[in-house]
């Protein structure tokens, strides 16, 4: 098999480390390795990379502080996380720092490759999509460079910056429930955590500029417990 997807496996276990770089080698991957989080960070900020495999338990820091400083940093690299701590609360604080999935050790190593394969793919498919810069539904229209919306009456708004990024989330998947982790990660980032209340008064904007009776909403929707929806 040829693949040319280059991964980092950050793992303190040689003998693992050993029997993953082989394994994924074996698959046509290009796999590098370190043993702890400084040397990890140290390769990303040096070299690209497809995919980062990073233990939980490091000797210098923990895998979730190395997430948590990738993100911060702006590497958008997919993150796998590996962890004999398999409680939801330790999955749910992974995926909170910015890992995009989560795997508990012991694991099936094919279930290993398989969702490998799943996260590479999603990125590269999610890197090839055309930048939207012009968006129309219904008689409303969102100029994204320009920063401005026309509504159905003919209105002009000008949008934040944050506005522009949170309408392009939704935008970007229509009829599906965006979470609000989803959102914390691509438009607040890492290090602020606006309250629900926050992300409210933004769709409760939207549904002004966009809504022909805002108090029944028919584009952006809040879906109680879970997140928010764009329907075109």
Same mark, same amino acid.
């Given at each position: 098999?040829?693949?040319?997807n280059? @991964? /980092? $496996?950050v793992?303190? *276990?040689?003998?693992?480390q050993e #029997?993953?770089?082989?394994? /994924?080698? !074996?698959?046509?991957?290009e796999?590098?390795g370190?043993i702890?989080?400084?040397?990890a960070?140290?390769? $990303?900020?040096k070299e690209h990379? =497809?995919? $980062?495999? /990073?233990d939980?338990?490091l000797? =210098?820091?923990d895998g979730?502080q190395?997430c948590?400083?990738?993100?911060l940093q702006?590497?958008?690299?997919?993150?796998?996380m !590996?962890?004999?701590? +398999?409680s939801? #609360?330790?999955r749910?604080?992974?995926?909170k720092?910015g890992a =995009?999935?989560?795997?508990?050790?012991p &694991?099936?190593l094919?279930?290993?490759?398989l969702?490998v394969?799943? !996260?590479i793919r999603k990125?590269?498919q999610?890197n090839?999509?055309? *930048?939207?810069?012009t968006?129309?539904f +219904?008689?409303?229209k969102?100029?994204f460079?320009?920063l401005?919306?026309?509504?159905?009456?003919?209105?002009?708004f000008?949008?934040t910056?944050r506005? #522009?990024?949170?309408?392009?989330?939704l935008i970007e998947?229509?009829?599906e429930v965006v979470t609000?982790e989803?959102i !914390?990660q691509t438009?607040?980032?890492y290090?602020?955590y606006p309250t629900?209340?926050?992300i =409210?008064n933004? @769709?409760?904007?939207f549904?002004?500029?966009f809504?022909r009776?805002?108090?029944?909403?028919k584009?952006f929707?809040?879906?109680? +417990?879970?997140g928010?929806? &764009?329907?075109p």
């Amino acid at each position: 098999m040829t693949n040319r997807n280059s @991964i /980092l $496996i950050v793992e303190d *276990e040689e003998n693992l480390q050993e #029997a993953l770089k082989l394994n /994924l080698e !074996l698959e046509g991957y290009e796999v590098s390795g370190c043993i702890n989080g400084s040397a990890a960070l140290e390769r $990303i900020h040096k070299e690209h990379f =497809d995919l $980062i495999i /990073l233990d939980v338990m490091l000797p =210098d820091m923990d895998g979730i502080q190395v997430c948590e400083s990738i993100r911060l940093q702006q590497y958008t690299t997919p993150v796998l996380m !590996l962890s004999a701590k +398999g409680s939801s #609360a330790d999955r749910v604080l992974g995926l909170k720092k910015g890992a =995009d999935d989560y795997l508990a050790k012991p &694991f099936n190593l094919e279930e290993l490759l398989l969702r490998v394969e799943k !996260l590479i793919r999603k990125n590269e498919q999610a890197n090839s999509k055309q *930048e939207i810069e012009t968006v129309v539904f +219904g008689k409303n229209k969102i100029d994204f460079p320009a920063l401005t919306t026309q509504n159905h009456q003919g209105k002009t708004f000008e949008l934040t910056k944050r506005e #522009a990024m949170l309408l392009k989330l939704l935008i970007e998947n229509p009829n599906e429930v965006v979470t609000r982790e989803r959102i !914390l990660q691509t438009v607040w980032g890492y290090n602020v955590y606006p309250t629900t209340r926050t992300i =409210d008064n933004f @769709i409760l904007n939207f549904r002004k500029y966009f809504e022909r009776d805002p108090r029944q909403p028919k584009h952006f929707l809040s879906v109680r +417990g879970m997140g928010y929806k &764009f329907i075109p």
